[in-house]
């Protein structure tokens, strides 16, 4: 799925300790703005300035609020 404005603030990692410090060492923690820049096979997304592709399985483990509501990120 392809998110309408494909950026947001990360509201919660659902994934476990692993995937948490995965995330968390390429600065995507709770609180952090998030923006989708490319959305095909994995995913190439941008936060603190720097860009970073991550796979669709660790991806979605990552809880964005978009403003409306909060989704999964791909």
């Known amino acids: 799925m392809i998110l309408v404005d494909p950026k947001?603030?990360?509201a919660e990692i659902a994934g476990g300790r692993r995937a948490c410090?995965?995330?968390?060492?390429?600065g995507i923690v709770k609180g952090n703005k998030i923006?989708?820049?490319?959305?095909?096979g994995s995913l190439?997304?941008?936060?603190?300035?720097?860009k970073f592709i991550i796979g669709r399985g660790l991806?979605?483990?990552v809880m964005v609020d978009?403003?409306?509501?909060?989704?999964r990120l791909p």
């Open 66 to 71: 978009d403003g409306e509501k909060i989704r």
């Open 21 to 26: 410090m995965r995330l968390q060492e390429i």
């Open 8 to 10: 947001g603030i990360v």
């Open 35 to 40: 923006k989708v820049l490319r959305n095909v």
């Open 59 to 61: 991806a979605m483990k």
């Open 44 to 50: 190439l997304v941008s936060t603190n300035g720097a």
